[in-house]
């Protein structure tokens, strides 16, 4: 199952809707990309919503560690939503729940961007 990001703008923040798996290869590609277009645009404030990705690979948490790294280090917020029990789990076990600003509905994941 290929990975698909589809793009939207709400009220300043880029909302990436992400379907299917972050795996090695072309899932964290089209992650890695996305974000980076994104970021070459001015658009700093990007929201992954997670709600369909079904799994992450190691390769796809090192992806989304990339990201929020690249996206923090040119002064933008990266923050992580609805994620499925199974993607929760896996930032858990592997410590980066505290590293990501996890929300659970859009309202008010848009909401903290506006600072």
């Known amino acids: 199952m290929t990975m698909k990001i589809s793009s939207r703008q709400v009220d300043g923040v880029s909302v ?11 899932g964290s590609i ?6 980076r277009d994104l970021l070459s645009k001015g658009h700093k404030k990007i929201l992954l919503n997670l709600a369909e990705v079904s799994y992450i690979d190691s390769s796809g948490i090192g992806e989304l560690v990339s990201a929020f790294t690249t996206v923090r280090n040119q002064g933008g917020e990266l923050k992580l939503l609805n994620l499925t029990k199974k993607v929760h789990d ?19 994941a848009i909401k903290s961007f506006q600072r």
């Open 16 to 26: 990436l809707d992400c379907n299917g798996r972050i795996t090695l290869g072309e």
């Open 90 to 108: 896996l930032l858990q076990i592997t410590k980066l729940y505290t590293v990501f600003d996890v929300k659970d509905d859009e309202a008010s």
């Open 30 to 35: 089209t992650l890695r990309d996305t974000v």
